[in-house]
Nanobody, 124 residues
Framework: QVQLAESGGGLVQAGDSLRLSCAPS????????TGWFRQAPGKARQFVAA????????SYSDSVNRRFTISRDKATNTVYLQMNSLKPEDTAVYYC?????????????????WGQGTQVTVSS
């Protein structure tokens, strides 16, 4: 059974940067893509970004486009989320998730396994 572990969250000020990491443990099988989602208190889980493992195609939500960059390291099966120009509205628990099949990369319901999340807090 595969599990994902996120790291890199923390408390920063507006305008700062953070880099989140997502590493698997166990056998992930043929993962098609890995995505990042976030959930703020009282709000629904929101798609942030995703990357496919074979072609490296990326997808971003409009709210983070041009500020966040997702990347993957095939040697370590680790996915990174570089977050620049952070804003208070980026405050949330950030989760990474993996999926075995193509489809709607922004749809959390289509992902097969998840991490426990890492807190990102951006102060104004």
């Amino acid at each position: 059974q595969v599990q994902l572990a996120e790291s890199g969250g923390g408390l920063v000020q507006a305008g700062d940067s953070l880099r989140l990491s997502c590493a698997p443990s166990g056998r992930a099988g043929a993962t098609y893509a890995t995505g990042w989602f976030r959930q703020a208190p009282g709000k629904a889980r929101q798609f942030v970004a995703a990357v496919t493992w074979t072609g490296g195609q990326t997808s971003y939500s409009d709210s983070v486009n041009r500020r966040f960059t997702i990347s993957r390291d095939k040697a370590t099966n680790t996915v990174y989320l570089q977050m620049n120009s952070l804003k208070p509205e980026d405050t949330a628990v950030y989760y990474c998730a993996g999926r075995w099949n193509a489809g709607r990369l922004y749809d959390a319901l289509e992902y097969n396994y998840w991490g426990q999340g890492t807190q990102v807090t951006v102060s104004s």
